[in-house]
């Protein structure tokens, strides 16, 4: 399974010449990030020490983009790749193929505790993979050739350790499509901790000598985002545990419910790529009515007219617009990573707690 | 057996919405199928949809997911198209199926270049296979009119069509009506999927149009008994859909489309005009 040594160490002759380039030049290190969330959190650690591209732009549904031209010419050009893994840009390893990407890649949920896709196949056995990996938060900058071992396994490997470990017994009954794991890993303030540490490393052992700036960064942006968890939770709990059901357009807020203790519930599935059955569309109306749930909240980056209807026909109310898997516009209620959990926790317990 | 096909219409709003809304593109497309079909244009309803398409995304891309923007976009391009491809052949060498293909590809390739530069939003193919479960109720006062004004318009220009349909020399020679029908059939053809559109998407709203005319074909020879038949393996298809959809947890569109096409081929193996079973029977000594 493991790459050859060889390539390995090409990849390693790769990295090291990169780096040692940016911080010579002085130039800010070019970072590709996928979405719009991973490019928040990077333009937050690096600074002025990074210049980030981000692939799907604001309100942007990165299940089912399609890179340009342009996006393989950044990909080719970046420093550094930052992308969420699990299997959340099924359009990504095309897209590297195409661009000659040889600078550091680092998947932003490794390390993380990810919920299995559908009917609980119990997967939450993985320490093996966060101990391991969880040593890598606070290295030093001479850790090189350990860590460009590290990225390039998982580039060969689709950046998903748990797909590898886990392929024997259950790999071949999911859809591939879809993945094993539920991707939108950044719906919990505790997953973004992780994807903080993993963005400061990749961006540390890209960039040695502004390493410093970025670990401090990265523990002012890591206090608020602690700060923020601990304002969400105080929101929440103070919602009755009886109005904690709500409905979303795609089921994407799975981790928020878990770390938070709410309910979503969803007639289009993991993934807006897949059409809602009128069977998904009658068991969800069903549900509703059965448990009164009353609050019904569209999705930026999803068509809304079935909502509506569902809403329409259940009497439930419309109370909001959450963000699940980018942001907004500058000037939108969700422009930053932080803004966003912020906007989609207080639309949350507004329209709940009425 | 009942409950299983009455229950899940009595018992949920959209799904008797999808029902009428369906009802109601198969009254008003499907007889323009039958037209389509006898005047050899069926992949002309085709080229339209695909002529429509960018219309309808440079709708929603200007206005969100406006009915009414989508509904004119949608419009306008397929006129445009139509109108030209008419043009063109009717004052240069070329055919009109070869000037048809040609603006409807620039139409196309128009669409997903303005598409495309507006990077990818919310994801524009969901927009554009429409949502059969999401009809609100503009849309059905929509899908109803477009029906209704569609019938309306056959029924007035029923016997040009027909003549156009046996032979269109003979109408052109004879009467300046020749254009106008022409024209005023495509505009027909355009108003129908644009309806399709909204319900089932422009590619499917194409299957609900000439799906069922080409079944209707192996059980009925005159023109009112093809309408009639056509009309039926619509509104049946639909149901049909609607309830696998619901049972089998189905994507609706696709599943009315598949179950219009299913239809067509048991018409083609037994239909009583034509049919491959017929034909394949020794046929009748004419004897007395």
Redesign the interface.
């Known amino acids: 399974m493991r790459s050859s040594s060889l390539k390995i160490a090409t990849a390693a002759a790769a990295l090291l010449f990169t780096s040692t380039l940016y911080a010579q030049s002085g130039s800010p290190t070019p970072v590709v990030a996928t979405f719009s969330i991973i490019g928040d959190m990077v333009s937050r650690i690096g600074g002025d020490h990074v210049d980030v591209t981000t692939l799907v732009g604001p309100n942007g549904d990165t299940h089912v983009y399609q890179p340009t031209p342009k996006d393989a010419k950044s990909v080719s050009e970046a420093g550094v790749l930052v992308v969420n893994g699990l299997e959340f840009e099924g359009w990504l390893e095309r897209l590297i193929a195409a661009s000659d990407f040889d600078g550091v890649r680092v998947v932003a949920t490794r390390g993380i505790d990810p919920i299995a896709f559908e009917d609980g196949d119990e997967h939450h056995d993985d320490d093996h993979d966060s101990d391991e990996h969880h040593e890598d938060e606070h290295h030093e900058e001479n850790e090189h050739a350990e860590h460009d071992e590290h990225d390039d396994d998982h580039g060969d490997e689709h950046g998903d350790e748990h797909d590898d470990e886990h392929k024997d017994d259950h790999g071949d009954e999911h859809d591939h499509h879809h993945g094993a794991f539920d991707p939108h890993t950044w719906q919990s303030l505790t997953n973004a901790i992780v994807y903080v540490d993993n963005i400061t490393a990749a961006l540390a052992q890209s960039d040695p000598a502004n390493a410093a700036t970025f670990y401090q960064n990265r523990a002012k942006y890591v206090d608020e985002i602690k700060s923020l968890d601990a304002e969400i939770r105080g929101l929440i709990s103070g919602l009755p545990s009886d109005r904690r059901t709500v409905v979303t357009s795609h089921d994407a807020f799975q981790y928020f419910g878990r770390d938070y203790g709410v309910t979503f519930l969803a007639p289009q599935g993991l993934s807006t790529d897949s059409e809602a059955s009128a069977k998904d569309v009658a068991k969800l109306i069903k549900q509703m009515r059965s448990e009164g749930i009353s609050a019904v909240f569209l999705e930026n980056i999803t068509d809304s007219r079935l909502l509506e209807q569902i809403a329409n026909e259940t009497g439930a109310k419309i109370g909001g617009t959450l963000y699940p898997g980018a942001l907004s516009d500058a000037d939108g209620p969700a422009p930053t990573y932080l803004d966003m959990m912020r906007h989609n926790a207080t639309t949350l317990t507004n329209a709940l707690s009425q | 057996m009942i409950d299983a096909i009455v229950l ?1 219409f009595a ?5 008797r ?2 029902l009428l809304g369906c009802i109601a593109i198969s009254l008003g497309a499907t007889p323009v199928g039958v037209f389509l079909m006898l005047r050899r244009m069926s992949l002309t309803g085709d080229a339209m949809a695909h002529a429509i398409l960018p219309g309808a995304a440079i709708g929603y891309l200007v206005a969100g ?1 406006s009915l009414g923007a989508m509904t004119v976009g949608g419009l306008i391009a397929g006129m445009a198209v139509a109108l030209l491809s008419g043009f063109v052949t009717r004052v240069t060498v070329l055919r009109e199926d070869a000037s048809l293909a040609a603006f409807y590809l620039i139409s196309l390739a128009l669409g997903v270049l303005i598409v ?1 530069t507006r ?5 524009l ?3 554009l ?1 429409g ?1 059969v ?4 109720d503009a849309a059905l006062i929509l899908l109803c009119s477009i029906a209704s004004l569609s019938l309306l318009i056959l029924a007035a220009l029923f016997r040009p069509l027909v003549l156009e349909c046996a032979d269109p020399q003979f109408l052109r020679s004879v009467s300046r009506l020749s254009a106008i029908t022409h024209f005023t059939f495509l505009t027909l053809v355009v108003l129908n999927l644009v309806a399709g559109f909204h319900a089932l998407g422009t590619l499917m709203a194409v299957g609900i149009m000439i799906l069922p005319a080409a079944a209707a074909r192996f059980w009925a020879a005159s023109i009112g008994a093809l309408v009639i038949v056509a009309v039926a393996v619509a509104v049946l298809s639909s149901a049909v859909g ?1 309830l696998l ?9 696709p599943a009315i489309i598949l179950v219009a096409g299913i239809l067509y081929m048991v018409s083609l193996l037994f239909g009583t005009v034509g049919g491959v079973a017929v034909r394949a029977l020794p046929r009748p000594h004419f004897e007395s």
Request: proline content about 6%; cysteine-free.
């Open positions: 899940p018992e949920f709003g959209f799904m919405r999808a997911l495309s990077g990818s939003n919310v994801d193919m969901h927009v296979f949502t479960l999401a009809l609100d609607l959809s619901y049972h089998y947890s189905l994507p609706s569109g």
